[in-house]
């Protein structure tokens, strides 16, 4: 099935990027790099040095496809200058007045684990102040359980010229989504089984001034805070099987180039 699901994806995002615009309409494509001083999933410290994170999106008629990937910087995970993770993206998304929806199925490969796993996301998001949204994501494969996503985010003008991005994200996992992450017989080795029942799980404030370089060009440099919460604080605070470098709180900035073409 992970064979199968990362061939189709990675045809259909060929398909995409090759197909000509005028046989689906217009096309917008994006792609960037960016540096960040730690790697931060979901709250959970995946690399606690500097990474880079090439990505790549394109985008026709309301129907997306993705490519993005994690690139340690030293051998704190053993994967010095190599992919440890890639993600593959494919998704559809349609804008009514004030509500935005959408769909898509994410597939994540680790090169050097046997984790890899597939993701079904549903997001609805309002055009109103702070911009709310919610989101949701399926684990279809390797982790039993689903995770929500709130996400607030709001610009604040710095001078004629410039907005600071502020945003907030708060996370809930389902059962199985904590013991599959954190513990449990399913989860981590050595690590007890989490208490039932679905709870906070993490969340992350995060600060970014981008810059409009040129017209195809802008830079953002930014700041982020996130910290984990509840039980699964406790774990990785406790140290259990040195979960995610035993960091449940991190500070880290980011610089993220992207072109628009």
Same mark, same amino acid.
């Given at each position: 099935?992970?064979?199968?699901?990362?061939?189709?994806?990675?045809?259909?995002?060929?398909?995409?990027?090759?197909?000509?615009?005028?046989?689906?309409?217009?096309?917008?494509?994006?792609?960037?790099?960016?540096?960040?001083?730690?790697?931060?999933?979901?709250?959970?410290?995946?690399?606690?040095?500097?990474?880079?994170?090439?990505?790549?999106?394109?985008?026709?008629?309301?129907?997306?496809?993705?490519?993005?990937?994690?690139?340690?910087?030293?051998?704190?995970?053993?994967?010095?200058?190599?992919?440890?993770?890639?993600?593959?993206?494919?998704?559809?998304?349609?804008?009514?007045?004030?509500?935005?929806?959408?769909? +898509? #199925?994410?597939?994540?490969?680790?090169?050097?684990?046997? !984790?890899?796993? =597939?993701? /079904?996301? *549903?997001? @609805? %998001? &309002?055009?109103?102040?702070?911009?709310?949204?919610?989101?949701?994501?399926?684990?279809?494969?390797?982790?039993?359980?689903?995770?929500?996503?709130?996400?607030?985010?709001?610009?604040?003008?710095?001078?004629?010229?410039?907005?600071?991005?502020?945003?907030?994200?708060?996370?809930?996992?389902?059962?199985?989504?904590?013991?599959?992450?954190?513990?449990?017989?399913? +989860? #981590?080795?050595?690590?007890?089984?989490?208490?039932?029942? !679905?709870?906070? =799980?993490? /969340?992350? *404030?995060? @600060? %970014? &001034?981008?810059?409009?370089?040129?017209?195809?060009?802008?830079?953002?440099?930014?700041?982020?805070?996130?910290?984990?919460?509840?039980?699964?604080?406790?774990?990785?605070?406790?140290?259990?099987?040195?979960?995610?470098?035993?960091?449940?709180?991190?500070?880290?900035?980011?610089?993220?180039?992207?072109?628009?073409?």
């Amino acid at each position: 099935m992970k064979k199968w699901t990362l061939l189709a994806l990675t045809g259909l995002l060929l398909a995409a990027a090759t197909t000509p615009a005028l046989a689906l309409g217009p096309l917008d494509a994006e792609a960037g790099i960016d540096l960040y001083g730690k790697y931060v999933w979901r709250g959970m410290v995946a690399t606690p040095d500097p990474v880079l994170q090439p990505w790549v999106g394109v985008n026709t008629m309301g129907f997306s496809a993705g490519f993005w990937g994690n690139m340690d910087l030293n051998d704190v995970n053993g994967s010095e200058w190599e992919f440890n993770e890639v993600d593959w993206t494919l998704g559809w998304a349609m804008s009514l007045p004030k509500v935005e929806l959408g769909a +898509g #199925l994410i597939y994540y490969d680790f090169p050097n684990l046997d !984790a890899n796993t =597939t993701e /079904l996301y *549903l997001h @609805a %998001g &309002l055009s109103v102040l702070l911009s709310p949204s919610l989101t949701f994501y399926q684990d279809l494969d390797a982790i039993k359980g689903g995770y929500w996503e709130a996400a607030v985010s709001h610009g604040v003008g710095v001078g004629e010229t410039m907005t600071l991005e502020l945003g907030a994200t708060l996370g809930l996992g389902s059962e199985g989504y904590i013991n599959g992450y954190f513990g449990g017989a399913e +989860g #981590l080795p050595g690590v007890p089984e989490m208490p039932g029942g !679905a709870s906070m =799980t993490d /969340l992350k *404030l995060t @600060a %970014g &001034l981008p810059f409009q370089v040129a017209h195809f060009f802008t830079f953002t440099p930014s700041v982020s805070y996130t910290t984990l919460m509840g039980d699964v604080k406790d774990v990785v605070d406790a140290g259990d099987g040195a979960v995610y470098h035993g960091e449940s709180d991190a500070f880290f900035w980011g610089l993220r180039g992207a072109f628009k073409f």
